[in-house]
């Protein structure tokens, strides 16, 4: 079981990135009832981005990203994505996919599977 955030990078504040996450060896849906996006900025607890729920498609996303994030599901490639517009020098974190919550949602302790992060840096 193993999750693989991909896509980061360096952008332009006002810039836009597509992050993925891959699952190796099983399919989404085995990761409970959906997976969400968290990040870390430096020196800060890791954050509730968005979650996807594989019932209904319903998304979710924090206050900070609404808006400007969109979180979708490619079942041909097998990847949960993220899609970040107008991007901000704030949003420079490492990003993580996490799967199968037992929990809360947005909270990071909630979720089984964590993919490895990938790297956001947003210039001003």
């Known amino acids: 079981v193993q999750l693989q955030a991909f896509g980061g990078g360096l952008v332009q504040a006002g810039g836009s990135l597509r992050l993925s996450c891959a699952a190796s060896?099983?399919?989404?849906?085995?990761?409970?009832?959906?997976m969400g996006w968290f990040r870390q900025a430096p020196g800060k607890e890791r954050e509730f981005v968005g979650y996807?729920?594989?019932?209904?498609?319903?998304?979710f996303y924090a206050d900070s990203v609404k808006g400007r994030f969109t979180i979708s599901r490619d079942n041909a490639k097998n990847t949960l994505d993220l899609q970040m517009n107008s991007l901000k020098p704030e949003d420079t974190a490492v990003y993580y996919c996490?799967?199968?919550?037992?929990?809360?949602?947005?909270?990071?302790?909630?979720?089984?599977?964590w993919g490895q992060g990938t790297k956001v840096t947003v210039s001003s």
């Open positions: 996490a799967g199968d919550p037992r929990g809360d949602v947005y909270y990071s302790n909630s979720y089984k599977y």
């Open positions: 060896g099983r399919t989404f849906s085995s990761y409970g009832n959906g």
């Open positions: 996807m729920t594989w019932s209904g498609g319903s998304t």
